[in-house]
């Protein structure tokens, strides 16, 4: 079992940028795909990107591609987020996922997909 903590979140505005950790307990840090989802008031959990288990493969929604990174530090157990060109709609509770999988290449984009989550850190973007 792995428990995750996110730090990181904020109140920065519009342009401005913001990283987010998410610090993993336990030695299996690296048996386990990571992922970023976010939910804003009133809207759904969605999914924000996606690394596989070295950190090889990557994968991001549409609408933070190109301004949001993904990383993991295994060594360190933790992953990051970071988030360039923020936008008041990229303002929610951001949560970090564990999913443990035997596929290397494993990037999963459905919360479905994740077994382990933790308690969320705000971002709010001000414009």
């Known amino acids: 079992q792995v428990q995750l903590v996110e730090s990181g979140g904020g109140l920065v505005q519009a342009g401005d940028s913001l990283r987010v950790s998410c610090a993993a307990s336990?030695?299996?840090?690296?048996?386990?795909?990571m992922g970023w989802f976010r939910q804003a008031p009133g809207k759904e959990r969605e999914f924000v990107a996606a690394?596989?288990?070295?950190?090889?493969?990557?994968y991001y929604e549409d609408s933070v591609k190109g301004r949001f990174t993904i990383s993991r530090d295994n060594a360190k157990t933790t992953m990051f987020l970071q988030m360039n060109s923020l936008k008041p709609e990229d303002t929610a509770i951001y949560y970090c996922?564990?999913?443990?999988?035997?596929?290397?290449?494993?990037?999963?984009?459905?919360?479905?997909?994740?077994?382990?989550w933790g308690q969320g850190t705000q971002v709010t973007v001000s414009s």
């Open positions: 690394i596989s288990r070295s950190g090889g493969n990557t």
């Open positions: 996922a564990a999913a443990r999988t035997a596929t290397s290449s494993f990037v999963g984009r459905r919360a479905s997909s994740y077994d382990y």
């Open positions: 336990g030695p299996t840090f690296s048996s386990y795909a």
